[in-house]
């Protein structure tokens, strides 16, 4: 027989409901139970509109307001690392997902039950598989599959930001420059051609990198071209003929895919570049009626956002984003994961007020 789906409470306090939340296993591709128990909570509230397309649940509005905003969260977490179940410690709620990214959800489900006459039209995303390749992405997948529910004029995803904002993201690219040589016996090295003897000039290009400081809208972006990963070398008696440094550059969102690969390719003149991944950032968007009137409501203070998150996947379609949720992503993916309950009630406070 089908298992049932838990059971989530939305009378319960926000951080009962995060507890609840962390409490349902949800590891990316493993997201169905959470999923469920989600989509079951929102068929019961009677002035939202649920659709579910895979394990992304999403609930919308539709009261004719003059403006929508999005409000997203993810619902998989990495894998278990002996980091359930949650469990309290004062006042902070320790356990996997309660930093990135339950807490937030339990914002929006509590939003989702108590704020039934909002002053602008919502829509709520609980998307999976957001913790691995973008192929899976629950967003990038409902963009392809149904753009319009993803159409606002403002978005907020729920990523931890320390409960504060963080606007626009910067754009990331992942590329391996290579040298090649000749093998020879190392006995013998004069016979051949060091690759990772070649790939000096590299490093010192690196070395030597001074980063770009963009301002926009107000906010000072740093951008960062750095080697991750080296790799060569055939055998320890072989020189060798290859060798591949592994580099990532995270860019300023005024640059694009083109731009950004167009800088690292001047960079690096005269070595093999192979780009190998690319997203591209998203801009503040800080000038839409709907962003300064939330960043007016939460304090007015907005940070840059220096990582690479779905906030992008908004700005693709022509939707201004930012972060805002409960937890210090410095402690998002360790085992020592963790959020500040007092996070959760804000955010959830600072959004009613903003919405009613």
């Not at 998307?127 to 192929?135: I, L, N, P, R």
């Not at 993803?150 to 606007?167: G, H, Q, R, W, Y």
């Amino acid at each position: 027989m089908p298992v049932p789906a838990p059971f989530l409470d939305l009378t319960l306090d926000v951080v009962t409901l995060t507890e609840q939340l962390v409490n349902i296993e949800s590891v990316s591709h493993a997201e169905e139970a959470i999923a469920d128990a989600v989509d079951a909570a929102l068929q019961s509230l009677p002035h939202l509109t649920v659709t579910r397309r895979g394990n992304t649940v999403v609930a919308r509005t539709d009261l004719g307001r003059d403006e929508r905003v999005v409000i997203a969260g993810h619902l998989d977490t990495v894998p278990i690392n002996d980091n359930l179940p949650a469990r309290r410690d004062g006042d902070i709620l320790h356990g996997l997902g309660t930093c990135d990214m339950k807490g937030g959800d339990a914002v929006m489900l509590k939003l989702a039950a108590d704020v039934t006459e909002p002053n602008r039209d919502i829509t709520f995303i609980f998307y999976e598989a957001e913790e691995v390749d973008s192929v899976y992405n629950g967003l990038r997948l409902l963009a392809e599959s149904d753009p319009e529910l993803m159409t606002a004029d403002f978005a907020i995803l729920m990523e931890p930001s320390n409960a504060a904002v963080e606007a626009g993201c910067q754009g990331t690219m992942r590329v391996d420059v290579r040298t090649t040589g000749e093998r020879s016996h190392s006995a013998r090295s004069w016979r051949g051609v060091n690759a990772i003897h070649k790939a000096a000039p590299i490093l010192a290009r690196l070395n030597d990198f001074v980063a770009r400081q963009p301002v926009i809208d107000g906010l000072t972006y740093h951008e960062g071209l750095n080697a991750t990963g080296i790799r060569g070398g055939v055998a320890g008696n072989v020189i060798p003929d290859e060798c591949v440094v592994e580099v990532n550059f995270r860019f300023a969102p005024d640059r694009d895919e083109a731009n950004a690969e167009a800088f690292v390719r001047d960079f690096f003149e005269g070595f093999d570049v192979t780009v190998t991944d690319m997203a591209a950032g998203a801009l503040p968007g800080l000038d839409r009626p709907a962003a300064t009137a939330f960043v007016e409501a939460v304090g007015g203070q907005v940070a840059p956002k220096f990582g690479w998150t779905d906030v992008a996947r908004f700005t693709a379609l022509g939707v201004p984003a930012v972060n805002f949720g409960p937890g210090d992503p410095m402690f998002a993916h360790k085992q020592d994961e963790h959020v500040p309950m007092e996070h959760i009630t804000r955010c959830e406070q600072q959004l009613k007020e903003w919405l009613a």
